[in-house]
């Protein structure tokens, strides 16, 4: 069992569940986060004062697959997230341990 | 017993929650279909329950009703029934006749008593614009204190009116500097609700003279409470409020409404350019200084650093708000339903405030190459606050001008308190003491010919008033900081006010997204 965390770009996310839908998956856990890589922030003025914001809104998107799925999910995210402008995102794949499903006890990949 | 069910019922079992997710179930009843059923039961007992009750109540009812009319219908006394009871037409002939001469007045002197009273009911609306404004441009930490502080403002500011305030504010023709006035009493007896009560001037009856009255004292103490915002100590803030509505208001008011020192210099402040707006702007700036700014906004090279507010539709409404209160602030200042004046005012004051919007808003966009709302919002104050000394002696182009210098004023008062090391979260100083000090000038520059103003008595009065202010706020709040501080700790600045003073949260469902 693989996690896929991706950060997306937030208007994004319908394109990119809809993607993975497609694969079969349709599980997953998403959070409102903030960040920046090379995409610079941009300047606000509020009453005369200048400042820089440097964090700029994201998703970042949690999807836990079987290990033969790593591949396609991933690929699904990438092409279904790509606006092949600065601030796209990125795509992380960790190794998960273990996996249960709280309501049936069942662990594995059965829980994924 | 049922009635303890069908609590059960409707406390633990939320009837909306509707799976749409039918892969999920695999064919097993939906939590919610499983409660439609067991609910359903309770909902007929209810009803009926309901049924029960309503029915004979409403039977009932119109018997109490009857009951009422018919003893009503008998005449009060035993007496003779010589007297018949006087019809409504009759009644209402007393009440013209009991003007005495003033009888041909009397509609209207109803009709501006109503006004008056409406007027008074629109400035109060005005708290709930400056709660509103004030929230708006704060941080969402601190929205509790500055509501809490806002809701005890109007309160204290009406009860010590009542207490002393009006009778300080008004001893009558006495041309001094302090005359301590005691509570109002009966204000409706010795002539007090008749034509002669004002006549024309002042064209209400005595309580209504109070109440419109007792609505300004409180706005002028509220402007202070948004400078010295998401810092100031609760307590501190709260016993000088009560000083600064309580007793500087009303001296400083008389000097000029009371027939005090400024009364003999022909000093024209219509509405309360320089008595309110400049005093309460004057002594935000006093305590400003005293207080000092937030932390965080000035880093440590001098240079200001934003603090954006946190909810900027809720300033908007309070500006509007304010907008539309100003209406009985400008409108109900011509103390009758004189038509004329009353016309002209509304529409100076509306188009200043449009003016003073727009130009808030263009010179904003040109300083600042972005359009910024919070300066637009902030010039539709300036322009009102410019047209409140001067809306009845000025003509509607000449409105237009005063709420146009006023935005641009504002604009720059605000980029230049800032500099200057002044932390005013809400421009509360810019708006209402520098175009306070613009308003009364205005009443000479844009005067209709033969208002009789003179530069002279304006530069005076504004001088006086604002001075006042600002130093009745430098020594008492000052006062204030030696004997118990007058500043929250750096800890329960940076945690919010809402949970270091109330320990309360405005939005408990949401965290914060960052620490600022």
Redesign the interface.
Known sequence: MKKIEAIIKPFKLEEVKDALAEQGLAGMTVTEVKGFGRQKGHTEVYRGSEYTVDFLPKIKLEIVVGDDQVEAASKAIIASAKTGKIGDGKVFVLPVEQATRIRTDETGEEAV | MQIINIWHAVSYRPVGQIRTDRAFHQGHPTNAEKTMKTMINPIKRSLLLWLFLIVPLAGFTPGLMAQEEGESGEPKTEAPKEEAEPTQLEKYQELVTAEGDDAEAFPFFTTSMLWTVMAAALVFIMHLGFSTLEVGLTRSKNTVNILFKNLFIISIGLITYALFGFNTHYPGDFGGWFSWGGMIGDLNAEGGSTFSYGGLDLCMTGFGDFIFQAMFAATAATIVSGAVAERVKLSSFLIFATLLVGVAYPVVGSWHWGGGVLAGIDFKDFAGSAVVHAFGGFAALGCVLILGPRKGKYDKDGK?????GHNLPLATIGVLLLWFGWYGFNGGSVLSANPGPLGLVFTTTSLAAAAGAISASLISWI????P?L??GLNGALAGLVGITANADIVLPGSSIIIGLVAGGIVVFS??AL?KAGIDDPV?AISVHGTCGIWGILAAYFFQIEGSGVILASQIKGIALVGGAAFVFSIVVFGAIKAIMGVRVSEEEEVAGLDISEHGQEAYPEFTA?TDH
């Open positions: 200001a650093k934003p603090i954006p300083v600042f190459s972005k910024d919070s300066m605000v980029i800032d421009g997204s």
